[in-house]
């Protein structure tokens, strides 16, 4: 959420990022509520001291009973105004947690993803002297999912790998793990129960009812306990409250967690295979900060996963999202996307996103700056660290060969082996 303070004195600012991120205008309704509720505070804390200073009269006054009466009325004045004060104060907070964040000014404007903008490619997609064949093709002529039989056991869009591949699926999980602890991350296995007000503190979602996630988030019904879709909610949260010291920034973690999502605006679209399914595995990079070091940290997970994907030897390209896009609570975000050969087009692996100082709001997670003992909120980011299984479309199908087989990406063999392709007929 957003400083009242930075809506009162720049208004247009927010209006417009409303406007370019395709969320409602509520900044004059904000600027209203604001100003009675100050009100309503000057008049109570006004009236409370005039019945305190008649309280302290009354014991020696020699008209008792019209200091009580006079009392009377003011706490009955106090008490309808402190009312009217709770009601204003509580529209007045969900309309703050209803009003974005504040885009980047290089972020690219427009509705929605027709406006994104490529960045950059890196590596050139491979010439095939076959047929390509499709993620299911190989997954079904290698026997590496079983579809029918989970979904009979378990339902529809959920999946489960089979030999080679579930190892595979594996050591690549296992090797950015590796990666990002080399890298100075702390590594957290993270738990995938977590509480509705976590989630809701991760910005993800407008206003203060927590309903409003119901439609996305697995809720565990007879609990106050839901299923988290990406470990970036808990990581968001272990330090609410908390008050860190500058030397401490950055905290970088990246945590594994199994992820849980409903999908329910998703009917219909990449439903086949592996992309879209409700349990998923992902490991994230996610940081902690000073404001100032924002845009580095940003750059930092970004190169990250870049590396990754040269790592598997994926080709790629760098989107630099547009507003209508990134999303409620993103200063800027670039999308990492890899190159399908089934589907002749980049796919999204990943998303590096700035969130500003607007989780730590949310959260109440701050630092003391070191040469002025100043308290102010730290600035949170997030990136992919690898998605899987969606991971493995790209890595399947760009390094298929003409027999099924797929050929393991070298960074990936020690970890396999020393096996240099898995299916097919080797």
Request: glycine letters at 6%; one cysteine or more.
């Amino acid at each position: 959420m957003l400083d009242i303070k930075f809506i009162r004195e720049n208004p247009d600012i927010v209006k417009n990022a409303c406007l370019v991120k395709n969320f409602p205008d509520v900044v004059d309704d904000i600027l209203n509520l604001d100003k009675r509720v100050r009100e309503l505070k000057t008049i109570t804390q006004t009236k409370t001291a005039e019945k305190n200073k008649i309280s302290k009269e009354i014991p020696t006054s020699s008209d008792k009973a019209t200091l009580i009466a006079k009392s009377k009325a003011i706490s009955e004045e106090i008490a309808s105004e402190m009312v009217e004060l709770a009601d204003k104060e509580n529209v007045l907070n969900d309309l703050l947690h209803r009003v974005p964040q504040i885009p980047s000014s290089d972020a690219p404007i427009g509705p929605d993803e027709s406006s994104n903008v490529e960045i950059r490619r890196i590596g050139t997609p491979r010439t095939f002297d076959f047929t390509p064949r499709p993620q299911w093709d190989l997954l079904d002529m290698n026997n590496w999912w079983i579809p029918e039989r989970l979904a009979n056991a378990c339902g529809a869009r959920l999946y489960a790998l089979c030999g080679e591949l579930a190892e595979l699926e594996l050591a690549v999980q296992t090797y950015v793990m590796q990666k990002l602890i080399a890298k100075g991350f702390k590594f957290i296995n993270c738990p995938s129960i977590t509480k509705p007000q976590t989630i809701f503190n991760a910005g993800h979602f407008m206003g203060s009812d927590l309903s409003v996630m119901n439609d996305d988030v697995f809720m565990l019904t007879g609990t106050e306990r839901c299923l988290a879709g990406t470990s970036e909610i808990i990581l968001n949260s272990l330090h609410a409250d908390e008050i860190l010291n500058e030397n401490e920034l950055p905290i970088k973690y990246s945590a594994f967690s199994e992820c849980f999502r409903k999908e329910a605006g998703a009917a219909g679209r990449d439903t086949r295979g592996l992309v879209r399914v409700h349990q998923f595995k992902k490991i994230e990079q996610f940081v902690f900060c000073k404001p100032e070091d924002s845009d580095k940290m940003h750059e930092f997970l970004l190169n990250n996963l870049c590396e990754i994907m040269e790592d598997l030897e994926l080709p790629y390209r760098i989107i630099a999202n547009s507003t209508g896009d990134m999303g409620f609570n993103k200063v800027k975000m670039n999308d990492v996307e890899a190159w399908v050969p089934s589907e002749n087009a980049y796919r999204e692996l990943g998303s590096c996103s700035s969130i500003g100082q607007f989780q730590a709001r949310r959260t109440n997670t701050r630092y003391r700056k070191n040469a002025s003992g100043e308290v102010d909120f730290v600035a949170t980011l997030n990136n992919t660290g690898i998605a899987l299984p969606r991971a493995l479309v790209p890595l399947m199908e760009n390094h298929q060969n003409a027999d099924g087989s797929v050929n393991i990406p070298k960074k990936l063999q020690p970890l396999m082996g020393g096996r240099t392709k898995i299916g097919g007929q080797h």
